[in-house]
């Protein structure tokens, strides 16, 4: 009686430590995920994912998570690169979030829609030298697009639904 | 044969130049600077209609585009009632209009106006372009955006359209102040000499 009573004690008190350990190891790794680095750059870093001269099409996406229309339209670049991405297409989506969000809102955000796509940070808060250099008509309001291969170049001011999105996309594979 | 080549030389010309006028969309639309600018009635958190015509002393306006909802636009709140404070007495009041559908951003209806207008003391009107009928004729396109009038006899002219400053994160870090600038020429009776600047910003919800 008193040996099984102990035993259990000690097989409840063996899960409980186990089950601790593993929750901290879960921990552990969110994390260690959380902590991956985000590409940070200024615009001058930024600038020649902009202007590469490859055989690949680039969707450039400016976006931020505290953009609602951002934030919606976001689904249907994941889907294009899924779609394209053997194609020779890459998606690369260009946050505008505030760093003193980045722990607290993009990490999690990345995490949480599992995205698939190359995500790249621009903090560069001297807009009125750079937005001119993404594209002369741009406002400054996102999202914002450019799709662009070595040959042409086209700036979209717009939120797009995925049709809108492949058709856009498709001016530019042959 | 030169006369056929100088047709096709002119041909080619007139066809090169239509390529590049062509607007590549239509947000380019709107004021632009030294356009004439409307006069206006909108709501007022007040419940009063406000038009920049009952502004008899004014020598001009800073008409802002801002609302809620945009983190932008909440870290350009205390500037806005800086920019307010200093000019107003100057004759240069803000003019603040919410341009949002309300539908799509609840956080920018009249009450929440009211609200925030209250909690930040807010020294100028703040008035909602419920028809979105407003923001379009300037050429708004996101909050926020400011354009700064001048009063002439020929009119309210549009001086400046753009941002407020050069740091959206930090106040004090700012280099230029792009609106103060623009209205102190006027005050002094100089040109403008930044006309037009870009910032990043929420896009107008329609």
């Known amino acids: ?174 | 044969m030169s006369k056929t080549i100088k047709l096709f030389t002119v041909a080619c010309l007139v066809l090169i130049i239509g390529a590049f006028t062509t607007p590549e969309n239509n947000l380019g639309e709107g004021y632009k600077i030294g356009d004439i600018a409307e006069d206006f009635s909108l709501e007022n958190i007040d419940g009063n209609m406000v038009s920049l015509s009952d502004y008899k002393d004014a020598k001009g306006f800073i008409v802002t585009f801002t609302c809620n909802t945009c983190p932008y636009a909440v870290m350009y709140e205390d500037r806005i009632i800086a920019l307010d404070k200093k000019y107003a007495p100057k004759g240069y009041p803000v003019i603040a209009i919410m341009p949002n559908n309300t539908s799509i951003k609840p956080g920018d209806n009249m009450d929440a106006m009211k609200e925030r207008a209250k909690s930040k003391g807010f020294t100028f009107p703040y008035l909602i372009d419920a028809k979105q009928e407003v923001f379009p004729k300037f050429g708004a396109t996101k909050t926020p955006h400011i354009f700064v009038l001048d009063k002439t006899e020929s009119g309210l002219i549009v001086e400046y359209i753009g941002a407020i400053d050069d740091n959206y994160k930090d106040a004090s870090a700012v280099n230029t102040k792009y609106v103060e600038n623009a209205v102190d020429a006027l005050i002094e009776g100089n040109e403008v000499l930044q006309k037009e600047t870009k910032a990043i910003g929420c896009t107008i919800k329609v």
Not at chain 1, 9 to 29: D, H, P, W, Y
Not at chain 1, 110 to 124: P, Q
Not at chain 1, 129 to 142: A, F, Q, T
Request: proline share 4%; aromatic share 14%; hydrophobic share 40%.
């Open chain 1, 1 to 174: 009686m008193k040996l099984s009573t102990i035993r259990i004690v000690f097989l409840v008190g063996m899960l409980l430590v186990f089950g601790c350990l593993n929750k901290k190891k879960a921990q552990l790794i969110d994390v260690a995920e959380q902590k991956t680095q985000l590409e940070i750059y200024d615009f001058d870093g930024l600038e020649p994912i902009l202007k590469k001269e490859d055989n690949t099409v680039y969707v450039i996406n400016f976006w931020a998570t505290w953009c609602a229309p951002c934030v919606k339209e976001l689904p249907y670049f994941e889907d294009l690169y899924a779609s394209y991405k053997h194609k020779n297409v890459e998606v690369i989506l260009v946050s505008l979030d505030f760093p003193h969000q980045y722990e607290s809102k993009l990490k999690p955000f990345i995490k949480e829609h599992d995205l698939k796509s190359k995500i790249v940070v621009l903090d560069d808060v001297d807009s009125n030298s750079w937005i001119p250099r993404v594209n002369k008509d741009w406002s400054g309001s996102i999202p914002a697009t450019i799709i662009y291969n070595k040959n042409k170049r086209q700036f979209y001011e717009q939120s797009f639904t995925y049709n809108e999105l492949e058709e856009a996309l498709k001016k530019f594979l042959n």
